[in-house]
């Protein structure tokens, strides 16, 4: 396969699937007043328990200043919480209030209804080359990064 080919292939289904992606999570998520990219800092820090800002950055792939900004409104939204480390006070943590833990259980718990009959109606073995599939993708995309 030529290369041009390949990733014109890769980009169109990349955006596809990023479109069809956001018309499933995002109504959704909006339930809750949040945005998507809210909602992945609140489950990094669900699966992760606190970060720094800088950490927080790094691992969701976005600038800190944007972090910073969208940590302050989650924080006035009560779903997380600013923690000064007790070793070194310059340090500051952000982590999920019980609220903001409540919530991300509550988007998993309708996310998983929400997928459940088309996952349950998939076979297998269908499941499964399409995991392999993606893991072969992102190791790809990462080759090239």
Known sequence: MVV????????????KISEITNCVFCPVFEEYGL???????????????????GSLANNTCMAGAN?????KKLEKMELL????????ERIVKVALTDKGYQIVAD??????????????????ETLNEIIIGLEKLNRL???IH
Do not use: P
Request: aromatic share 6%; charged share 35%.
């Open 4 to 15: 041009s080919e390949f990733k014109n292939i890769v980009w169109n289904y990349a955006r």
């Open 107 to 124: 988007l998993d718990r309708t996310l998983n209804n929400k997928f459940s009959e088309q996952i349950e109606d998939t076979d297998e």
């Open 67 to 71: 972090i910073s900004a969208m940590c």
């Open 141 to 143: 995309i990462e080759k």
């Open 35 to 53: 945005t998507i990219v809210q909602v992945r800092i609140l489950v990094e820090l669900s699966q992760c328990g606190s970060h720094t800002i």
């Open 81 to 88: 919480k600013r923690i000064r480390d007790r070793e070194d």
